[in-house]
């Protein structure tokens, strides 16, 4: 069974980056043909893609986010990783990392959500 | 962008009753759709993919139906831990990958 867990700061300066893990169990991130995604949620609203990396090292990207957002892999410590720079209060949100499904880019696996708050 | 819009916002529903969600895209996004419910305080879980495949683990009262720009998602008799809120997604070719608003789904 596939876990991921998210891990990084709680909080963030405005206009500096916000950096967080997924560390993944229960299989190898490198193995099978998956895309592994990050995902955001502020809090009382929905849900928003940021982007994701394929198993490749391919990337795709939300355009509304695309010039802030860099998302990497590294397959030795089994994590990919998210950096979002120029952060404001409006990047406070919960962050899940997900990893798709065997039949399409759905969720099939999601990581139980790391808060973070963007403030002075 | 595909704008996914969920309907309605909230759902009053008595325990044993059906419950009936709707998903609409702005574009036809054929059969790939998700749904998920979303407990307080948790990650979003997989329900439903390819519009009406029910994920590893979904109990059958839980059906989706649709394809193309409409979609639902029935809850056929709803139990007390199915109160959530309710999530759609596409997945479509096109990126990115869209959610609708939500369906808070609530005791009456």
């Known amino acids: 069974q596939v876990q991921l867990q998210e891990s990084g700061p709680g909080l963030v300066k405005p206009s500096q980056t916000l950096s967080l893990t997924c560390t993944v169990s229960?299989?190898?991130?490198?193995?099978?043909?998956?895309?592994w995604s990050w995902i955001r949620q502020p809090a009382g609203k929905g849900l928003e893609w940021i982007g994701r990396i394929y198993t490749s090292g391919s990337t795709n990207y939300n355009p509304s986010l695309k010039s802030r957002v860099t998302i990497s892999v590294d397959t030795s410590k089994n994590q990919f990783s998210l950096k979002l720079s120029s952060v404001t209060a409006a990047d406070t949100a919960v962050y899940y990392c997900?990893?798709?499904?065997?039949?399409?880019?759905?969720?099939?696996?999601w990581g139980q959500g790391t808060l973070v708050t963007v403030s002075s | 962008e595909i704008v996914m819009t969920q309907s309605p916002a909230t759902l009053s529903v008595s325990p044993g009753e059906r419950a009936t969600l709707s998903c609409r895209a702005s574009?036809?996004?054929?059969?790939?759709l998700a749904w998920y419910q979303q407990k307080p305080g948790q990650a979003p879980r997989l329900l439903i993919y390819?519009?009406?495949t029910r994920a590893t683990g979904i109990p059958a009262r839980f059906s989706g139906s649709g394809s193309g720009t409409e979609f639902t998602l029935t809850i056929s008799s709803l139990q007390s831990e199915d109160f959530a809120v309710y999530y759609c997604q596409q997945y479509n070719n096109w990126l990115p990958l869209t959610f609708g608003g939500g369906t808070k789904v609530e005791i009456k």
């Open positions: 390819g519009a009406s």
């Open positions: 574009q036809s996004v054929s059969s790939n």
């Open positions: 229960g299989g190898s991130i490198s193995s099978g043909s998956y895309y």
């Open positions: 997900a990893r798709d499904g065997n039949y399409g880019d759905y969720g099939d696996y």
